[in-house]
RNA sequence: GGCCCCAUCGUCUAUCGGUUAGGACAUCAGGUUUUCAUCCUGGCAAGCCGGGUUCGACUCCCGGUGGGGUCACCA
C-alpha cells in the first residue's frame, strides 16, 4: 500500500514550495491508489502561530489537495476533525510517543543524556570554528556513568538525548537524487529529545513515518544532508526505512531558495491576489518536473495520471512569476463562465459591498463576459467596474477619432442614435445583433469603420481601452445606451 | 570551510550517442482590429570550460569552474 504524506510545520501560511510537495504526494498517492496524510509538525514551541493549523487545512482544500488522514475541514466549516486510525496527527499530542521511543534508544545504548549547557555548546562551536574544525558536538557527555547520570537526572538538571552516531558510512537511495554515500563521521550525534520534552524533527520524523505506515517521503531538498541520521535511526530502531524522493528547491531571481522575507511565498496571497487555485497548481507542479511534452496546461486529473518521481529534476527551479500571470489569464478565459461569475461575485461584494452584484446578476454576469478576456488575475475587475457605473467625466477630445475630427464624431453619434432610438430593448439582447446592425449601418452609409465605431465606444465606456461598443450596448441594454450617447452629444455640441 | 547536490535559450523545460538542438513564458517585428486585450505569422536567443571513451557526443567517464543546499535543544 503506497501511504505519502505531507508534514508542514504550522507557520501561518502554505509556502509555494510546500504546496509543489503537498502535490506531489497526493498526485503519487492518488495514481497508485493509496492514501495521503497530512501531519502537523508543531514540534517547536517557540514559533507556535496561533490559527495557523485551521488556515492551513482550509488553504489545502481550497487547493484541491484531497488527503485522507489528519486533521480535516470540520461539520459546517466549523473546526477540525481527526480522520483515520493512525492518529493523532498532531505531533504535539504524540509527546508520549517519542518518550517511550527515546528510552529504547537509551536503553540499547544508541542514545544518551547530554546535560551541556547552551553556554558550554557555543563556546565549544566557537573554539572548533577558529581552528578550522567542523562545528559539531564533542561526546562531552557520551560516557558520563551510570551514577552521575541518576544524580543529575533526579537534581532535575536540564538535559537532552541524543543518538549515538555509530563508525561506518551511509547510503542514501533517493529516487530523484540517485546513490549517494555519507560518511557517518560528518554526522553529528544529534539531538533528538529537547529539554523541554519535545522531539526533534529528526526523531518525530522518523517515528511517526514508520508508526503511520508511510511508503514515500516527499521532501524538500533541504533534508537531503539529514536523510543518513534518519536513516541510521532506522536501523537503530530495527525499522525497514521509507522510500525517500527530495524534490529541488524552487527559487528566487537570485537562484537563492525563495524566503518568505523577500519573495512572494504564500500560497494565500496567491489567493488573496486573484490567481486561481487551478493555474496556481498547473504552474507550481510544473516547476521542477515536465511529463515529457509540449503541453503546458494540465488538469489535476492529467496530472495525476501523468506525474512521474523519475521524472521530477534535480536543479532548482527559477519562479517566473510572468509565467504565472499567463497561465492565469489564460485558466480565466477558458473557465467556465457561470462559476468565473459565482467566484468574480463573492470577490466584488467582499470588496465593493452588495451594490454591485446584487438585483443585478444578469448585468453583472454581462459585464464578466466582456471582460473575462482582458482579466489576468481576479482582483483585476475591480478596476473595471466603475465604469459600468458610470462613465466618468472624460474628456470632449477622446470622443473624436484620431483620423476624424470632432464635427464627424457629432454627426457620426447623431446617426447611431437615430438608428437605436426606435429599436426595441430586445434588439439588445445580443452582441451579434447589434454588431450585424451596427455594421450594416456603416457599410450602408459608406462609413469608415473608425469614424463611428471609435466615438461611440468612448460615448459607452468614457475610456480610452474598452470592450468593443457592442459588448458594451449588450451589457447596458437600450435605456442606458441611449443616455449615454446622448451625454456624448451634449459633451460635443 | 567540511559534506552533499546541480549545470541546454534571460526563465521553465524537451532531446534516454547520430536532430537545421524542439516547445512555453518574456522580448522584438509584422498581421487581424474602432481602442485595449485576444488571436495569427515571423525573428532574436542555449548545450560553462578542459580532457578522455567512441566512427560520432548536449547526452557516458574524469577534472576544473560556477551555482545551490546543509552543517541548532528550527523545521
Redesign the pocket.
Known sequence: MIRTRF???P?GFLHIGGLRTALYAYFFARQNGGKMILRI????K??EVEGAVGALIKTLHHMGVEYDEGLKIGPNHLGAVSIGDHGPYV?SERLPIYREQVDRLLVEDHAYH?????ER?AEM?EIQKRS?Q????DRHCLNLSAETIKAKLDANE???VRMKIPEGETVVEDVV???????NA?L?D??LL???G?????L??VVDDHLMEVSHVLR???????TPKHLILYKMFGWTPTVFAHL??L?A?????LSKRQNDVAVEDFLNRGYLPEALNNFVA?????P?????IYSMDELIRLFDLT?V????????Y??L???N??YL?EMDLDRLVRVLAVLVESERGSGFVEGKTERFQRIVSVER??LTRLNDILERLPMYEDAGDYSVDLLV??KADREDAKLRLEEVLALLEPLEESNFASVDQLEARLKTHIEGNRL???N???P???AL?G?????????LAWVFGKIETLKRLKTALKKLS
Do not use: I
Not at 292 to 296: P, R
Open positions: 508534514a508542514p510545520s507557520t509538525e508543531d514540534t517547536d517557540e514559533r505531533q547530554c546535560f551541556c549547557t547552551f555548546l562551536r578550522k567542523q562545528p559539531k558536538y536540564p538535559h537532552v537524487y540517485g546513490r549517494m554515500v555519507f560518511p560528518d553529528d544529534q539531538v529537547k529539554s523541554d519535545y522531539p526533534t524533527y529528526h518525530a520524523v524538500g531538498e533541504d533534508w537531503l544532508s539529514s529541488p528547491n527559487l531571481e537570485n537562484k537563492k531558495k510544473t516547476l521542477g518536473f515536465n515529457k511534452s509540449d503541453q503546458e521524472k529534476n534535480r536543479g532548482g527551479a527559477v519562479v517566473n510572468e509565467k500571470d499567463w497561465m489569464a489564460r478565459r478576456g482582458r477619432w484620431k469608415s469603420t473608425g463611428v465605431l471609435w461611440l465606444r468612448v465606456s475610456q480610452k481601452n474598452s470592450p468593443s461598443p457592442f459588448e
